[in-house]
């Protein structure tokens, strides 16, 4: 008995395992020819999409493209259903799937959180020091703290790391109060410099980039919408739900 559930088991694994195997090969295949004029093209993930024979391919450091089977042509940008109720936008359903897994895994003690007492939603931010929006946005702090939401900021130096704004927002967060040197900075002060070696900023730029923020204040949900662009604190508490 014991021999022939062995012998079962197996025999699934196996299954799982060539089909696996095969799908694999199946996407290579269909990545060959793209993949050989672009090789800087990394196929971070490929899945199947609604519309038959087109894939979505996360390119790692790189764009999301719509790939047909066969592999002779790709699209980027939007990809839309059409339904009953309207136009339903597929790729970005996706990436918020995709941003509400990669911002959930961070910790806290990364981010600089402005948190009111009794915190009813949150909001990621990723921020500039030197952008006047950003600066905005973070005169909207109190407000935002009033009616019960937290702010989690994440560092995006639009000027890019190793860059006089990567040294300032980098000094914030390695200082001993990083809430009162960011707001400093925000300002228009100055802080000391000290650019700690453990700081996170890098892996939060490129996180940021990967999640689909091109410029700041890009504020995320938890639900992982996008939402670009400075908001006023009623707005944003509207768009929460609240």
């Excluded at 299954?15 to 020819?33: G, N, Q, T, V």
Aim: with cysteine.
């Amino acid at each position: 008995m014991y021999k022939v559930l062995f012998l079962f088991s197996f025999l699934i694994y196996s299954l799982f395992s060539l089909s696996a195997f095969a799908e694999d090969h199946k996407h290579d295949a269909m990545l060959e020819k793209l993949t050989k004029i672009r090789p800087d093209f990394v196929a971070k993930s490929v899945s199947e999409t609604a519309a038959k024979g087109i894939f979505q391919v996360d390119i790692t450091n790189g764009p999301t493209i719509y790939l047909t089977e066969d592999g002779q042509h790709f699209f980027t940008g939007d990809f839309y259903a059409i339904s009953d109720n309207g136009l339903v936008n597929l790729g970005e359903q996706a990436r918020e799937k995709d941003r509400v897994v990669a911002l959930s895994a961070l910790s806290l003690s990364d981010m600089i959180v402005f948190a009111p007492e009794q915190s009813k939603a949150h909001v990621y931010v990723f921020t500039d020091v030197d952008c006047y929006y950003c600066q905005k946005l973070h005169q909207e702090v109190p407000a935002l703290e009033a009616l019960g939401i937290e702010v989690r900021y994440l560092a995006y130096p639009r000027a890019g790391i190793g860059s006089d704004s990567y040294q300032k927002i980098a000094s914030a967060w390695c200082a001993d109060d990083p809430q009162d040197s960011l707001t400093t900075l925000k300002a228009g002060g100055d802080i000391p410099s000290n650019v700690c070696e453990d700081n996170p900023i890098a892996q939060q730029f490129a996180l940021g980039s990967d999640l689909g923020v091109k410029g700041t204040p890009a504020l995320i949900t938890e639900a992982g919408i996008l939402l670009p662009g400075y908001m006023p604190a009623d707005k944003l508490a509207r768009a929460l739900g609240l």
